[in-house]
């Protein structure tokens, strides 16, 4: 009988010790919802300070018995519902370059895309925003292609996505978080509600020039996608909807499940039929997307993928080309994959009056 109550005393002791374990990172992640998220900045540290020894008084007076667990249980289902309550907002004190939302509106062939970003640079944190009217024909798109932006670690990127519209230029998309006036990114915060969520929508001279010639140590890739003119407008349309949707219906930013890389692949799904985003490892770990996309067969370019990318790179002539109106032609010129582009591509920001006073509100 002995074996066997040891067994038994074996068996209890490790369930106790999972249960202590769920306790401790259930506490943990609650203190950190109140540091980062409780509505009242100041008594942040205060009230997270306060829930977490509080939960280990319980624990310690327990004597890490199921009550004490039942306490934190409690404790962290109270903390998760405040949570889950918060609401994103589009009324804040946003930092200038996102201070406005796009939007689009749609009659028939021709898009309007409103408050499509066109930045001024002088430094990176030097900039004077004009939000502009870009006008582009559905006819036109003619492709899709891809920025992968690394700023550190080889397995974290950022991408942007940008539609090319042959005469009419390129309207370069990326999703970001939304920064209210002294914040600044933390990868911590942003598995948080501490960030709203923002299409982004601008000319590549603003974008893409940002990350090559103004931001120190970061380095951006460039290729052309497989993706047919079909699919191409699919995922625009669907982008736009997006955008359009947030502008009344703000959304948190999620690092986890609502960033760049998670939309980009919903988005990418629809284009498919609708189906479901393919799970992938590298959609969480997106520094390694580009290779993801190269094994899926979604990159052009007809070369080993080392030496794509090698080929990829960008920032030595986008920092020759600079502020050049024809900055998204020099930046593909001879580039494995856009073989297909002439000296005739030229970016073009022009908006037709009439088509504006045209347009209905809201997409159609």
């Not at 009988?1 to 490790?14: S, V």
């Not at 974008?207 to 079909?230: I, W």
């Not at 960008?314 to 080309?321: C, G, K």
């Amino acid at each position: 009988m002995a074996p066997q109550g040891g067994c038994t005393n074996t068996k209890m002791i490790l369930v106790r010790g999972f249960a202590l374990l769920a306790a401790i990172l259930l506490t943990s992640w609650a203190t950190m919802a109140l540091y980062f998220d409780f509505p009242v900045a100041s008594r942040r540290l205060v009230a997270a300070s306060l829930y977490a020894t509080l939960v280990l008084l319980a624990l310690l007076v327990s004597r890490i018995h199921w009550g004490g667990l039942a306490v934190s249980v409690i404790a962290f289902a109270g903390i998760l519902a405040w949570w889950l309550s918060l609401q994103p907002s589009n009324d804040r004190d946003w930092q200038p370059d996102v201070a406005q939302t796009a939007w689009a509106e749609v009659l028939g062939d021709q898009v309007a895309i409103h408050n499509f970003r066109n930045c001024e640079y002088r430094t990176e944190t030097d900039y004077t925003p004009h939000w502009e009217t870009k006008i582009v024909s559905l006819s036109q798109l003619r492709g899709l292609d891809v920025f992968i932006t690394y700023w550190g670690s080889p397995w974290i990127a950022h991408p942007i996505v940008s539609f090319d519209f042959g005469e009419e230029g390129y309207v370069a998309m990326s999703i970001e978080t939304r920064k209210e006036v002294g914040e600044s990114y933390s990868a911590i915060r942003g598995f948080f509600r501490y960030y709203e969520l923002i299409y982004t929508i601008s000319d590549e001279r603003d974008v893409v020039r940002l990350r090559t010639n103004y931001r120190k140590g970061e380095e951006v890739y460039l290729y052309h996608t497989r993706v047919t003119p079909d699919q191409a407008r699919t995922i625009f349309l669907d982008y736009l909807n997006r955008a359009n949707r947030m502008r009344n219906h703000p959304e948190w930013y999620n690092a986890l499940t609502n960033n760049c890389t998670t939309n980009i692949a919903s988005h990418v799904a629809q284009a498919r039929a609708g189906e479901s985003v393919r799970l992938d490892w590298r959609i969480l770990l997106n520094g390694k997307g580009d290779e993801m996309m190269y094994e899926r067969g979604d990159l052009d370019g007809n070369l080993p993928f080392a030496e794509l990318k090698k080929n990829a790179h960008i920032n030595p002539v986008a920092r020759a080309a600079d502020s050049d109106p024809d900055f998204s032609h020099r930046i593909r010129s001879d580039r494995p994959g856009f073989q297909y582009l002439g000296s005739s591509n030229r970016h073009s920001n022009v908006s037709d009056p009439t088509f504006l006073a045209e347009l209905p509100l809201g997409m159609r």
